[in-house]
């Protein structure tokens, strides 16, 4: 290696008769060579007059040398920045397998610039010009464009969102495998145990084996196959690229095309190189024919992108596909896997685009969702569909907009076929959209056919392709299904199986006759799954939906099955619930519950059968254990408001709900009857739900009041103590007893932590003891349970509350209600510690005792014993009255030990 102090001009010096012969691109030696005023206007003049390149080159290099060390150092650091183009291919030979120099005689000059030892200078900084100025504009041009592409790409979906919820699209990851062969898209028929539904829709989601972002792609220097199917975001991974290599502020020069293949097709067939690249592309402002040999002498510096390619009949794409335009540019295809067929031989990285992992459905709907995301993430079928990008954006278009505007499941499938149809129809205008979907009905429905009967014989393999049409293609994989070893064969799939639900049962609505049928296969072990079905043809049914079906089916045919259909679904399906209520069981198989029927409604949009659905459930909605996503809240909600004249009963026993999906619920509880146990049910939803729910709001609702039961969970009552203290005004708490049983120790200590919040508290028994009705006990006199909890916590009190301790008793007893009564309520706490032996606290209990005038006792129930000792207790005699006597010697004998601390005994 040379050092540092080796002479710049003895190095050019040794090389300069392999220079004459090598060096390229002299007009970016000399306007470096210029621009570092090493050469004057002169000199560039002098060098552009000789005849050919040989002499030139001499002529750089001699001025160069003569003009000493620094042009000489100079002129070394302009070759060793632009060597990529000044100095040419690379030879590779002169080295032997350990990398050491052989004889050979060839000198390379990129070895030799490699050797040169620069100084550790500032002029590492400084651009170089890498090729001529036309050349560099152009790259800059087409670098604008490229930005001006994705950034317009990004934007075109935005109008499908809300005014006031346009969020700023943008990449998110793709997961891309380039391990896979074309054999990826093949299935094996999985003989394993059956998957349950929630298990088989995860399985769309692609998982993410090792990252590869649009920047790698970039950077590697193979032709790529970007392969994958409608819709999952192989256009986007383009405009991606186009966007890094936008930003990219690399000084090398190169350049980037996109076409996309689509709009361009039919004007390629007969196309030069330049009228692709220029015309159809961009044009350079200067200097055309030097930039299009530029490239064609650099051609390693070029990219191109056929996105959307089918074929090659193009001659310009196939010889620039099979390098015989451009040997050395990097050429990108994306294409779907029906196509790529074409390509099997090329030589170029195969990456396949997968769609969207778990983790980047998240990114993608919080971007697009923020708050709302939860809306579609409790969901699992909308989750999973979420998987093929074209569908996220649908499923985020549908979600963003806030209330009132309710937005069905089906509706967002609607939107989703819309889209894609739209999409296939070469962008077709929203306007001429209904046109198109006319023009195709007869392929539509036969996809429909086929995914009914696919529906039917339980599979997601469609056995025959109903046609060849681009439109219906699009809503379908290619599947290669391996019988085994030797035998395979191609078939398709809908990109996610509620696709194939949805497809099925518009196949339904067109068949109405076979509806009934699906009805009853629905309750039948076997057939289950056919359910699925039903909130589809709902929702189709919906005289709300926007108007897909009524290019496909009649609007009269419509009416005339819904006229009978809901009725008949309400009928079937109730009946089969009262059935379940009878067997009591809790699996009856069907699946078919409550929830259902609501979502089944909701989908509808439908009010008088959900009137029809309530009347059939005597206005008694059971949903007890049950877990609602948002989705769900909004069916329920849906249902009850619908019931205007009749408030309904609404069981919400033990039923999860998230803090979105309560934010319906509250919405329909004007229509419900407000009585017990519903308050509770919705306080201990609230307390044990997971994130922030509005307490205000229900304390609200009920009075001030906050409910709890006597058991439960720790973190129900602390959660409870925070609410309360939270909160500026004092709460009313109303317990609940369901059995005859002592409070739980995480009720007494929120008691006693949050007494100071709690303006009033009262009792309610939900069990009917003997003697007992169901009560509902206010103020007055104290139950045994209410009296027991008051003694539990006056002995906690006087335990661990110290110097406060006086006053937390005295609160207690006014928030039990027990001033009048009070001399008896101090006896049973002074026995109270004594059969808890806690004789440590009675010192405490004289500075009460001191507070009571006048003694109570019955000694037909206490003993007299007790009397003794509390007056004993206090340091003046006080007065007793005797209420009935006992007739036992040992109690009379008791008392009278009584009388020298009374003063007066009545
Ligand atoms: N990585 C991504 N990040 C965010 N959105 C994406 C992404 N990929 C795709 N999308 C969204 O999905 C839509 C469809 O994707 P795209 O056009 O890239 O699909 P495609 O694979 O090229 O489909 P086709 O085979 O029909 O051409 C895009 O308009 C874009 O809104």
Not at 717 to 725: G, H, I, N, S
């Amino acid at each position: 290696m040379a050092c540092s102090s080796q002479s710049a001009l003895d190095y050019v010096r040794q090389a300069r008769v392999h220079l004459v012969r090598e060096l390229k691109h002299l007009s970016v030696i000399v306007e470096n060579l210029y621009q570092r005023n090493v050469f004057s206007d002169e000199e560039v003049i002098i060098i552009q007059e000789e005849i050919n390149d040989y002499d030139k080159t001499r002529k750089i290099l001699d001025l160069v040398m003569r003009k000493g060390e620094a042009a000489c150092y100079e002129f070394l650091r302009i070759i060793n920045m632009t060597r990529k183009r000044t100095l040419g291919t690379p030879f590779l030979f002169p080295y032997n397998k350990s990398g050491a120099w052989t004889e050979t005689k060839t000198f390379d000059l990129h070895h030799w610039i490699s050797c040169y030892s620069f100084k550790e200078d500032t002029q590492m900084d400084i651009n170089y010009l890498q090729g001529s100025r036309p050349c560099h504009r152009y790259q800059a041009k087409l670098k604008s464009k490229a930005g001006r592409m994705s950034n317009e790409f990004w934007k075109a979906n935005k109008y499908l969102f809300d005014d006031s919820h346009k969020p700023d699209l943008s990449y998110t990851p793709l997961v891309l495998d380039t391990e896979g062969s074309v054999s990826t898209f093949k299935i094996k028929k999985s003989k394993s145990k059956k998957m349950s539904r929630p298990q088989k829709l995860r399985m769309y989601l692609p998982e993410e084996k090792s990252e590869i972002s649009p920047g790698d792609l970039l950077k590697t220097d193979k032709n790529i196959v970007l392969v994958g199917k409608a819709g999952i975001g192989k256009t986007a991974l383009t405009q991606e690229m186009l966007k890094v290599w936008a930003e990219s502020d690399s000084e090398e020069l190169d350049y980037m095309f996109y076409f996309d293949m689509r709009e361009t097709t039919s004007d390629f067939m007969s196309m030069s190189l330049e009228d692709l690249l220029f015309s159809v592309f961009s044009e350079p402002d200067e200097g055309k024919e030097e930039v299009l040999a530029d490239m064609k002498k650099n051609s390693e510096s070029v990219t191109i992108i056929f996105d959307g390619i089918t074929d090659l009949s193009s001659s310009v794409v196939r010889r620039l596909v099979e390098k015989d335009l451009l040997p050395d540019a990097k050429i990108i295809i994306t294409c779907r896997p029906d196509d790529e067929e074409d390509f099997f031989s090329w030589d170029s990285l195969r990456v396949e685009v997968k769609g969207f992992s778990e983790q980047s459905i998240e990114t993608y709907l919080s971007a697009t969702l923020g708050e709302q995301k939860s809306k579609v993430w409790s969901n699992l079928e909308l989750l999973t569909l979420c998987y093929v990008p074209m569908y996220a954006v649908m499923v985020a278009a549908c979600f963003s907009t806030e209330d009132p505007q309710p937005c069905t499941i089906t509706e967002v499938y609607i939107s989703i076929v819309r889209f894609c149809l739209q999409t296939n129809s070469n962008k077709t205008k929203t306007r001429h959209l209904e046109s198109y979907i006319n023009s195709k009905g007869m392929e539509i429905l036969s996809l429909a056919e086929v995914a009914f009967q696919a529906t039917e014989g339980k599979t997601a393999n469609l056995t025959e392709l109903p046609c060849k049409d681009s439109s219906v293609l699009s809503f379908l994989k290619p599947l290669v299904i391996q019988r085994n070893f030797t035998e395979r064969y191609a078939t398709h799939a809908f990109l996610h199986y509620t696709m194939q639900e949805f497809f099925a049962a518009l196949w339904l609505l067109k068949n109405p006759d076979k509806a009934k049928d699906v009805l009853q296969q629905c309750l039948t072990e076997g057939m289950k799954h056919m359910r699925h079905l039903i909130p589809f043809m709902c929702g189709l049914l919906s005289e709300k939906s926007p108007s897909l079906m009524k290019c496909l089916i009649p609007a009269e045919e419509l009416k005339n099955t819904s006229n009978w259909f809901f009725k008949e679904m309400i009928t079937t399906f109730s009946h089969c619930l009262c059935e379940q209520d009878e067997a009591d069981t809790e699996d009856s198989g069907s699946d078919v519950d409550i929830l259902f029927l609501c979502r089944c409604l909701y989908e509808s949009q439908c009010p008088d059968a959900c009137i029809y659905l309530l009347d059939k459930l005597d206005y008694c909605l059971d949903l007890a254990g049950e877990s609602l996503d948002p989705y769900s809240c909004y069916a329920v909600a849906y249902v009850v408001t619908q019931s205007k004249e009749k408030k309904i009963q609404l069981n919400l026993e033990d039923v999860m709900v998230s803090e979105h999906g309560m934010r319906r619920l509250f919405g329909c509880l004007k229509n419900v009857q407000w009585c017990d146990p519903l308050p509770r049910q919705l306080w201990k939803i609230f307390l044990l739900g997971e994130g922030p729910m509005d307490h205000i709001s229900l304390l609200a609702l009920d009075g001030n009041q906050l409910h709890l039961p006597v058991e439960g969970k720790r973190q129900l009552f602390e959660r409870a103590v925070k609410v309360m203290q939270k909160i500026s005004t004092k709460v009313n708490v109303c317990l609940y007893w369901n059995r005859p049983t002592p409070v739980c120790q995480s009720l007494c200590e929120l008691l006693l932590e949050a007494w100071p919040h709690i303006n009033s508290l009262s009792f309610r028994k939900t069990y009917r003891g003997p003697g007992l009705q169901d009560q509902d006990q206010h103020h007055g006199s104290l139950g045994r349970e209410e009296k027991g909890l008051l003694l539990d916590l006056c002995l906690k009190a006087a335990l661990h509350k110290g110097e406060s301790f006086l006053g937390v008793v005295n609160a207690l007893f006014s928030l039990f209600s027990v001033e009048n009564d009070n001399s008896n309520i101090y006896l049973d706490f002074y026995q109270r510690v004594e059969s808890e032996r806690c004789s440590s606290v009675i010192p405490k209990l004289r500075a009460l005792f001191q507070s009571v005038p006048v003694w109570f006792i019955d000694l037909s129930e206490r003993k007299a014993s007790i009397l003794l000792e509390v007056l004993k207790l206090q340091s003046e005699k006080k007065q007793v009255v005797l209420t009935s006597w006992s007739h036992e010697d040992s109690e009379v004998r008791s008392f009278l030990q009584c009388l020298p601390y009374i003063s007066q005994l009545r």
